[in-house]
């Protein structure tokens, strides 16, 4: 992140740290789960491609009536392009989105036989999908562990030194993989995201009201947020 200080990372450390801090943040969120509303993985896939660029709170909006609508990947793969545009327009980057989910979802008729896949190469095989979508797939109906780098989990991972891999979220995402159990990866992307959006937002971390400060190494230093 440029501009900020820098923050040295001790993988020992970390780990250490990590034991620490994830009890403290499961207990002050014990609601953490997925924000997205969703009753399937084929729900649940769309829901994350339109969450780019997007609030979680507009996306549930939007699916609210789409999944009346759109019940099948085949409902999807066979509506026109520009219908599925006006219906998603309001999450924003809807061409993109809309070629993503249509396409996507015709790929899913041709090599899945129809339903979401599930596991990490082949959902990252699908339009517009890449590791994080992947992981918020395979973590939240695949009962498969996964963490998902989104902003909040990249900015608080460099906060609390848990890496120092920046907005490489690919990286981040490995060296948190050696540094949490694998068993908590999913929860722990979910407390994360509750502390980034609660607490520690991108502006003005309230680090007076974190029940980690005792332990984050940019606790009340500006020149590391
Ligand atoms: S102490 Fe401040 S910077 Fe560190 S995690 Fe808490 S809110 Fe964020």
Known sequence: MAGKAKIT????????RVKVIFPLLKKRYPEATIALKFSNPLELLVATILSAQCTDVRVNIVTKDLFKKYRSAADWAGAELGEIED????T???????????SGCQKIIDEFGGAVPSTMSELVSLPGVGRK????????VFDTPGIACDTHVIRLSRRLGL?????????LEADLAEIVAKRHWTLFSHVMIF??????KARKPDCLNCPVSKYCPSAN???LW
């Open 221 to 223: 230093k500006p020149k």
């Open 163 to 171: 890496s120092d891999k920046g907005n490489d979220a690919v990286k």
């Open 9 to 16: 990372i001790d993988k020992g450390e970390a780990k250490r």
């Open 87 to 90: 219906d998603i327009r309001s």
């Open 195 to 200: 502390h980034g959006r609660n607490i520690c």
């Open 133 to 140: 979508t992947a992981n918020v797939l395979l973590g939240n």
């Open 92 to 102: 924003g980057f809807y061409r993109n989105k809309s070629k993503n989910i249509k």
